[in-house]
């Protein structure tokens, strides 16, 4: 069990339907824009921590999605310069109580925030293109990102099926309000949550959960009952 490598963010943004393929097995249509919506920093949890299945839901869903870490606050942040605003990325599961989410008033923030709705981690990696005397090849909108149900592969994607990449993310976030350095926007989750499978495979007290993003690495966390 390790904490989490940043409990109090002033914002947790969110962006849905990140990945077309994910759009359709949701059955909503592509964004033309980003769909931003929030956690509360209440929701962080680290990798190892339990997920706390709210008695309240039947329908506990898991999102891997690659979480940025802004370092340089700004507004209005111009697309070509939106990296050098991003401090690093970590791990993040957007867990989800859909029936919360999708029915219960359609309420996206009731649905996402419960508490340990939003496990991050292990680490966060400083953004390179900070260090470019360092040499390092990374690029955020290029990578495998996968999440694991017990010992089943249930999504394997890459952070390339983006439809807005984290610059296109940041840019627009910031026409909407500063972003400060230490908040976190999460970036989407690519197709193969268990609202997707059919029938759903909802996650269950007794289940861990696997999220796991090239380069960076993985967080694990049990599901237990409230």
Excluded at 77 to 91: K, M, N, Q, R, W
Aim: proline share 8%.
């Amino acid at each position: 069990m390790c904490r989490a490598p940043l409990y109090n963010p002033q914002k947790i943004l969110c962006v849905g339907l990140n990945y077309a393929d994910h759009a359709r097995e949701s059955n909503m249509p592509i964004p033309k824009e980003p769909i931003l919506f929030s956690k509360f920093p209440s929701a962080i949890i680290g990798s190892g921590e339990a997920i706390v299945k709210p008695s309240s839901t039947e329908e506990l869903d898991y999102e891997v999605e690659l979480a940025v870490v802004i370092g340089k606050t700004g507004k209005n942040i111009p697309e070509d310069s939106a990296l050098l605003h991003v401090g690093g990325y970590t791990v993040a599961n957007d867990v989800s109580a859909r029936d919360w989410q999708l029915r219960k008033g359609g309420q996206w923030l009731a649905g996402k925030t419960f508490d340990t709705f939003a496990p991050l981690g292990p680490c966060i990696l400083v953004n390179p293109a900070w260090y470019p005397e360092a040499q390092v090849t990374f690029d955020p909108n290029n990578l495998g990102i996968r999440c694991k149900l017990n010992d089943r592969v249930v999504q394997n994607s890459s952070t390339k099926e983006f439809i807005f990449n984290v610059q296109q993310v940041v840019a627009y976030a910031s026409r909407i309000m500063t972003l400060r350095a230490g908040d976190i926007i999460l970036t989407g989750t690519p197709p193969g949550v268990g609202l997707g499978h059919k029938p759903p495979l909802w996650m269950v007290p007794g289940d861990r959960v696997t999220c796991e993003i090239e380069g960076i690495g993985e967080i694990s966390n049990p599901i237990v009952a409230e």
